[in-house]
């Protein structure tokens, strides 16, 4: 890959974390929301909707402190019907919740690999129950997080092996990092179809298209659509049909259709000597 693969970068996390609370807060209706990442152990509060002072600004929270580091520690939803009355957590933070008045809380760890990566916080100024629809649209919007996050941990993978690769100048004929090359660009493909992130999918792409254009298809070689693209990289790395259609969102009948239309266009009889005529051409990397 060349020096323009800066371009591809991981999408803000903070991003995703404002997003989330901004539309369960929209969802709900009422309340106050904040959030912060997780740096190995430590949480950072920068996220916020409803507040209406800087107290929590920045605020860093360690692993057991309050009922966001309880959260954190314990992996699992805290909450405490009155913040200050309550004896099951520390009292680290008394100072930055009693500037922004809060009382009732519930926290929610976001978990990527049984880890926290995220902490969600939802919160009100009364002593009062936070009802079952505002701790379920925060709970929706936490696995969704998780779910993004492990998309875009993986990403990274996948381009760091690329880079390593690359990286390396390997001869077109070193099969071991050829396969490795074909293997990336296969499960990028697939992760680029079950993001959420538009963002993050165009970026994948831009890198996939880079590996499918090192070198030029011979003129006259078939057009394969990007969609008969996807499915043949999936089927290149030995995947039936039902898993080409998981990784890619698709039923199996679906691929099927899209196999019987790459074979045709190659004029080959089986889905190994589709791939073997592929490569050949360039269509695969």
């Keep these: 890959m ?17 997003r989330a ?24 509060i920068t996220e916020f909707f409803g507040t209406t002072t800087h107290g929590l600004k920045n605020l860093s929270v360690q692993p057991g402190e309050g009922v966001g580091g309880r959260a954190l520690s314990q992996a699992r939803t805290i909450g405490v019907a009155d913040y200050f009355d309550s004896d099951s957590i520390t009292h680290h933070h008394d100072e930055a919740v009693r500037i922004e008045g809060l009382r009732t809380m519930v926290v929610l760890p976001i978990l990527v690999d049984s880890r926290a990566r995220c902490i969600l916080y939802t919160a009100t100024r009364e002593r009062t129950s936070i009802g079952d629809c505002v701790v379920n649209e925060l709970s929706a919007g936490a696995s969704r997080i998780s779910r993004e996050l492990a998309i875009r941990d993986e990403v990274d993978h996948r381009v760091s092996i690329l880079r390593v690769v690359h990286s390396l100048a390997a001869e077109p004929r070193d099969r071991d990092l050829l396969e ?8 990028l493909l697939s992760v ?10 165009q970026r994948i792409l831009a890198v996939t298209a880079r590996l499918e254009g090192s070198d030029a298809a011979p003129a006259g070689a078939p057009h394969l659509t ?11 790395l030995g995947c039936s049909y039902v898993e080409a259609g998981n990784r890619l969102s698709l039923k199996a ?10 074979m045709a ?3 080959v009889h089986s889905r190994t000597e589709a791939v073997v005529v592929a490569r050949r051409l360039r269509l695969l990397p």
């Design 21 to 44: 609370i901004r539309e369960t807060a929209a969802r709900t209706g009422s309340g106050v929301f904040f959030a912060g990442l997780v740096n190995r152990t430590e949480l950072t």
């Design 180 to 187: 490795i090359v074909r293997l990336a660009h296969a499960e």
């Design 192 to 201: 680029a179809r079950i993001t959420d992130d538009p963002e993050l999918a």
């Design 265 to 267: 266009k190659l004029d």
């Design 253 to 262: 009948v679906t691929v099927k259709s899209y196999m019987q239309s790459i």
């Design 2 to 18: 060349t020096g323009h693969d800066n371009d591809v970068y991981r999408p803000s996390d903070r991003d995703l974390l404002r």
């Design 226 to 236: 990007r969609r008969e693209t996807d499915v043949l990289a999936q089927v290149a």
